[in-house]
């Protein structure tokens, strides 16, 4: 006897048996089932509806298809491809419509800022004597009209509409 014999796992032999219960347990392997009646599609049905053909085409590879389906098909596919467009076309003119308001905001901005900057042009004379010390509250003067906090929901990044992809034919 070989020094491991006694040990049962030293076997480099797959059984059958063990085949078996392992393709039994996994769920595939030879498993034989017999088709029901209903699963088999008759030869004379189309491939779409199931049903039986009153105008049969058939394909180069061998599928039958009745030929009214496959034109209700493409009738179907072209109205969702159809709306899909319009769709794509509707974001698309929202898109430039906002972008043309952008344009138009920052332009009013950049004059509202020049008119600014034009007022401010006129020389003050700064008396430091009536300015008096601050100190670190974040309150004093100007500053209360500020918002304090940056989690308001105001000064947070906005959510924005998912983008629709345009439909390819």
């Known amino acids: 006897m070989t020094r491991h014999g006694l040990n049962a796992t030293n076997g480099a032999v797959y059984s059958y048996h063990e085949r078996k219960k392992d393709q039994k347990a996994a769920g595939y392997g030879a498993e034989k089932m017999r088709m029901g009646k209903d699963a088999v599609k008759g030869f004379d049905c189309c491939s779409l509806t199931l049903q039986p053909t009153s105008r049969p085409v058939i394909t180069p590879q061998g599928f039958i298809f009745d030929k009214e389906a496959i034109l209700s098909f493409i009738l179907e596919k072209k109205k969702e491809y159809e709306k899909k467009m319009k769709e794509y076309e509707k974001q698309k003119d929202g898109e430039l419509e906002e ?25 003050k004379r700064l008396d430091k004597s009536s300015k008096k010390d601050e100190g670190v ?29 345009k439909p390819d034919k």
């Open 137 to 165: 509250s974040n309150m004093i003067g100007d500053r209360k009209r500020e918002l304090p906090s940056f989690w308001l929901p105001s000064c947070g990044p906005q959510a924005k509409k998912t983008k629709v992809e």
């Open 99 to 123: 972008m043309k308001d952008m344009a138009a905001l920052e332009k009013e901005e950049l004059k509202h800022k020049f008119e600014q900057t034009e007022k401010s042009i006129v020389t």
